[in-house]
């Protein structure tokens, strides 16, 4: 009878588009039921609704619930049929509930990334797995994605990363990052940051220093870096003056001969790498945010010793490992930037990251009276001035918010000799 009565179906193209909303409404509850729309009604579904409901349906579109359509059919001789039954038999095919799908699929994803966790067990790259399955964070929509595209790509790029974290995580030593994806994986391409497996390791590596992944390159170099991985050595770099290094007990004679020399001496990724420890004069240095000023006050102390850095604008990972370095051999840093929001949010940020080692170094609304120019200051970069944190800062930035103008540095260059020959 089931087959008698598909066949009947079938034959009539009146019910292709109910039994496919059947169908479509089947999986998604579960059982037979809801409601079928039909717009745009044809001549052979208008003919067949008129024989199932007894009345015309002039109309262009219609609606009625899957229960009142398999009704219809207990007049007839297929009254009482199987109609899950029917429905399998017509489209060819065993129905399936979505979420029993849903179900099964999420079954055999987490059997997937089990099987990869027990390659890792209590390991930082297994923990790392567990907490973002767990807490849906981190890498989790990325990884999620690359499941559902394909899952074999996937597994090999997560068993890369996850020996890649292991081992920079383990004993953190300076190694190109070129040579380790190499070492890892055979490529050194793998880890590049313009591809899957790159952007894979800097969320796991962010995951295990407790840090949001990192949003710009300089921010990537830095977590790199914090692993032992160098990437971009050479390109990125920082100015010094008055800075004398050290391997081990052994001076730098690179360094130490432009120290000697009182010139300025570009320093990179590269070089810093090779260093253990720095000096600077008196324990202190002096860092400006503008080049110009930078070699302004270096030319003028001419031969005078004085230890200086230019971060030339937005600091880079270069200058910042410098002054990591000079912070732990108990130098201190005085910091001096222009006066607008960009000036502000950086030394808002070097704050924070080295607080009673770093001096703002005429940083203050006084100091911005006397250098104000006639600049006006947008209202979107006004705006980035909210977000300052440092105490100190908020003072000058409701200054600079008021005023609506920004200051140079420029205009200080005689304060600055004057403290640096003084201190």
Not at 145 to 162: F, M
Not at 217 to 237: H, K, P, W
Not at 310 to 324: E, I
Request: hydrophobic content about 40%; charged content about 25%.
């Amino acid at each position: 009878m089931p087959h008698e009565f598909v066949a009947y179906l079938k034959d009539n193209p009146g019910y292709r588009r109910m039994m496919k909303q059947i169908r479509w409404k089947y999986e998604s509850l579960g059982h037979l039921g809801g409601t079928i729309h039909l717009d745009k009604i044809s001549d052979d579904e208008r003919a067949v609704l008129r024989s199932l409901f007894k009345k015309n349906y002039l109309q262009k579109s219609a609606s009625f619930t899957v229960e009142k359509f398999i009704n219809a059919f207990e007049a007839t001789r297929y009254r009482g049929i199987d109609f899950e039954a029917v429905l399998s038999l017509y489209f060819n095919e065993k129905l399936s509930w979505k979420k029993d799908l849903r179900s099964q699929y999420e079954d055999q994803k987490g059997r997937y990334f089990e099987s990869i966790i027990n390659l890792f067990k209590e390991t930082p790259a297994g923990l790392w797995l567990e907490d973002i399955l767990v807490s849906r964070n981190n890498a989790y929509v990325v990884i999620n994605s690359k499941y559902n595209e394909d899952p074999e790509h996937l597994r090999r790029l997560l068993t890369q990363v996850c020996h890649g974290l292991n081992q920079s995580v383990a004993q953190p030593q300076k190694v190109r990052l070129a040579l380790f994806a190499s070492r890892v994986t055979k490529d050194p391409h793998a880890f590049d940051m313009n591809c899957d497996g790159g952007r894979l390791l800097l969320y796991a590596l962010a995951a295990y220093y407790h840090l949001g992944y990192p949003k710009n390159a300089e921010a990537q170099m830095e977590l790199l870096y914090r692993a032992g991985l160098i990437y971009d050595e050479v390109s990125n770099y920082t100015i010094c003056r008055g800075i004398h290094a050290f391997i081990g007990d052994t001076s730098h004679s690179g360094w130490a001969g432009f120290a000697n020399c009182s010139e300025p001496l570009h320093v990179s990724l590269w070089n810093i790498g090779m260093i253990d420890r720095v000096t600077c004069v008196n324990n202190r240095v002096f860092v400006f945010e503008n080049p110009t000023v930078f070699s302004e006050v270096a030319g003028l102390l001419e031969s005078q010793p004085a230890s200086l850095i230019c971060s030339a604008g937005n600091v880079k990972v270069a200058t910042l490992l410098l002054l990591d370095i000079i912070v732990k051999g108990g130098s201190e840093i005085y910091y001096s930037g222009d006066f607008d929001s960009e000036g502000l949010v950086i030394a808002d940020k070097l704050k924070k990251r080295y607080g009673e080692k770093l001096t703002l170094w005429h940083f203050t609304p006084e100091a911005y009276e006397t250098v104000q120019s006639k600049k006006k200051l947008s209202v979107a970069r006004l705006k980035k001035l909210d977000k300052i944190e440092t105490l100190e800062l908020k003072m000058l930035a409701e200054a600079i918010k008021k005023s609506g103008y920004c200051g140079y540095q420029e205009m200080l260059v005689d304060v600055y000799l004057k403290d640096i020959e003084r201190l």
